[in-house]
């Protein structure tokens, strides 16, 4: 029998008296997972959205996404509000699942109204299809000039 084998069978086989005169100081964390008095967690809530009006149209929910570097409205959108003047962008969007499109344009100093609040806002504009649900997505600029507080 190897001394390893000894040395196990010998640890198992014999039962030893506990010492319990030592007292073991907890933190407070430790007290608290051991008592299960630790908050529930909560499921992540995704993004949120908002009702907003632009002119006299109302857009319904809006998307509040924090992941975005742009305000972006569909094309169809911007000529259901009757926006004309619309200003040529060089730039080039990288989608979500890594494909490049280019906008058509972008529209500055549009104003958004949400509840009792007026926001200029810029937009992109991008001849997409229209999420009949969720027609706008407000980026971080947006969240920004809005000063809006996100506890999540």
Not at 26 to 47: F, V, W, Y
Not at 128 to 140: A, F, N, S, W
Request: glycine share 6%.
């Amino acid at each position: 029998m190897s001394s390893y084998a000894k040395f196990m069978k010998e640890l198992l086989s014999k039962k030893r008296k506990l010492d319990m005169e030592k007292l073991v100081p907890l933190t407070e964390e430790c007290s608290a997972i051991l008592q299960r008095k630790l908050p529930q967690k909560l499921k992540d809530l995704g993004s949120f959205s908002i009702p907003c009006f632009i002119g006299n149209c109302t857009i319904g929910k809006t998307l509040c996404d924090l992941g975005a570097s742009i305000n972006l409205m569909p094309l169809a959108i911007m000529k259901k509000l009757g926006i004309e003047e619309v200003k040529p962008t060089g730039i080039t969007l990288q989608l979500a699942d890594k494909s490049y499109t280019y906008p058509y344009g972008v529209v500055e100093d549009l104003l958004v109204k949400v509840d009792k609040f007026i926001f200029l806002a810029d937009f992109v504009i991008l001849d997409m299809e229209v999420d009949v649900d969720i027609p706008l997505i407000l980026g971080r600029p947006f969240l920004a000039t809005g000063r809006a507080l996100i506890d999540v």
